[in-house]
């Protein structure tokens, strides 16, 4: 099966830096694209952004500037470096791949279990 493991949340003051990872693994055939999302408490699930296999980018209003989510296809894996950090940005932030298990398959969205992220003086 599939399983997508992330990484690299904590605890950070105000105006610093985490970088975050996602890996996907299982017998994956394709993945289209990889994003995240983030929760904050008491709000719903919001995209923050996403990275398709062809390099196209799109980040939520709220994070340009500051995140950069980056990709590796070859190891299925998505990164994203998160700068100059706002209390705001306190969040659970997940992990979505939309990929294919087999080629004759229908693209599906797996999602990994969560990461948190506290921004905190």
Known sequence: QVQLVESGGGLVQPGGSLRLSCAASGSIFSI?????????????????????????????DSVKGRFTISRDNAKNTVSLQMNSLKVEDTAVYYCKA????????????????????????
């Open 32 to 60: 289209y694209s990889m994003c995240w999302y983030r929760r904050a408490p008491g709000k719903q699930r919001d995209l923050v952004a996403f990275i398709t296999s062809g390099g196209t980018i799109n980040y939520a």
């Open 98 to 121: 939309n990929l294919r298990l087999t080629a004759w398959r229908n693209w599906e969205d797996y999602w990994g279990q969560g990461t948190q992220v506290t921004v905190s003086s």
